[in-house]
């Protein structure tokens, strides 16, 4: 297991068009986060899943996003109609429940470019 | 709500010197964790040290070591003999501790440069 893997690393898209990110977490962690990380800021928070149930999702995440987590293991996040200012770093982190004072283990990110 | 703030945008320290990074954050709760992550440029974010609420003894980690200050809310991060391979961005977070489902709150980083 070589820690949390993103896909693609960097995506360019048009104004409008539908992206998806895909997040591989650590095998034994049943906890998923996805964040997303403008310029100069740090990361805010977009939802997080207990295996394969979303439990929590942030006002950030407006009715364009949506993301699933199917069969408890990796995380899709898709973003619909995009914009200018869905640009950003998007970042997956996963940890293990009963360690929740460990922090998370983040992965490299998906930066998304819209232009 | 649980607030993280670190005031500093920019710090500078030369190699081999000692940098401290300051935090404050905000909280009701009594039982939680805190964290300092590192992110170098285009490379993912990692933990660097943590802090149990309830320890009163300052986490240590090799050249890292935290000053906290449960009373005054005040988590800072020191740095000891910088090293070139510390430049990068560092993010203080925290979560609320006891099981909660609660996720990691971060501040706005601050970026360290090491100077040779």
């Known amino acids: 297991d070589t820690g949390v893997s993103q896909d693609p690393r960097h995506k360019i898209t048009k104004r409008g068009q539908n992206v998806t990110f895909r997040c591989d977490p650590i095998s034994e962690h049943n906890r998923l986060y996805w964040y997303r990380q403008t310029l100069g800021q740090g990361p805010e928070f977009l939802t997080y899943?207990?295996?394969?149930?979303?439990?929590?999702k942030s006002r950030l995440l407006s009715d364009r996003f949506s993301a699933e987590r199917p069969k408890g293991s990796f995380s899709t996040l898709e973003i619909q109609r995009t914009e200018q200012g869905d640009s950003a770093m998007y970042l997956c982190?996963?940890?293990?429940?009963?360690?929740?004072?460990?922090?998370?283990?983040f992965g490299s990110g998906t930066r998304l470019t819209v232009v | 709500a649980q607030t993280v703030t670190q005031s500093q945008p920019e710090m500078s320290v030369q190699e081999a010197e000692t940098v401290t990074l300051s935090c404050t954050y905000d909280t009701s709760e009594s039982d939680y964790y805190l964290f300092w992550y590192k992110q170098p440029p285009s490379r993912q974010m990692i933990l660097v040290i943590r802090q149990e609420a309830y320890k009163q003894q300052n986490a240590t980690e090799n050249r890292f070591s935290v000053n906290f200050q449960k009373a005054a809310k005040s988590f800072s991060l020191k740095i000891s003999d910088s090293q070139l391979g510390d430049a990068a961005m560092y993010f203080c977070a925290y979560r609320v501790g006891g099981g909660s489902q609660g996720n990691l709150i971060f501040g706005k980083g601050t970026k360290l440069s090491v100077k040779p």
């Open positions: 899943f207990q295996n394969e149930a979303q439990l929590e």
């Open positions: 982190a996963s940890s293990l429940s009963t360690f929740s004072g460990y922090g998370y283990t």
